[in-house]
């Protein structure tokens, strides 16, 4: 691996980095970035409605949202995050402080930039926001389909039926993978 500059909050940080492409990242303010956030989560037809309550929950500290755009410049490609407590569920082997595991949230690439490399940059950095908080361990869930993931080094490590709201019960996996250096 080598090492390659890549943005945070506008500013630098160095980070490891594979064959992916570099992106600036911006960690989202509600007074300038919600109808941004709002207009993503629209556009991928999930959650919109939740946009508010996640600002509150970055501010206590216990959710971090990044919004990705292309270096250099104001265009999004997507958005993701990294969740300290399962809010939903309760789930301590999704996500929670006494056991250093978060979840990656919110994950979401306009349709335009997928098959670049991006989505693997994006957990790149979620990763590495996960480390800076302490972190030893990163979920993430979907439906069962979710197994693409595992290209990016996650592994599976329970398939179960989940509730996201209405009469449905979603077959839903879930995968995690280690934050320490071996």
């Not at 999004?76 to 969740?83: A, D, L, T, Y």
């Not at 300290?84 to 082997?93: P, T, V």
Request: some cysteine; overall charge positive; glycine content about 10%.
């Amino acid at each position: 691996m080598t090492e390659t500059d890549i943005h945070y909050n506008r500013g630098y940080s160095k980070v490891p980095t594979s064959l992916y492409p570099l992106l600036d990242y911006v960690i989202p303010n509600a007074q300038d970035h919600q109808t941004l956030v709002f207009a993503m989560r629209k556009a991928c037809g999930w959650d919109s409605g939740n946009v508010s309550k996640w600002f509150v929950q970055q501010a206590e500290g216990t959710r971090l949202m990044a919004i990705f755009y292309l270096p250099g410049t104001e265009t999004p490609v997507g958005m993701g995050g990294v969740e300290l407590m399962d809010f939903d569920h309760q789930d301590k082997d999704i996500a929670d402080p006494e056991t250093k595991r978060g979840c990656v949230v919110s994950l979401f690439l306009y349709k335009n930039f997928r098959g670049k490399g991006y989505l693997g940059k994006m957990l790149e950095i979620c990763e590495e926001i996960g480390r800076k908080k302490g972190l030893e361990t990163l979920t993430l869930y979907g439906l069962n389909k979710a197994g693409g993931y595992e290209k990016f080094g996650y592994k599976t490590f329970k398939i179960e039926k989940r509730n996201y709201g209405g009469n449905n019960n979603w077959e839903t996996r879930f995968l995690q993978k280690s934050l320490i250096d071996p």
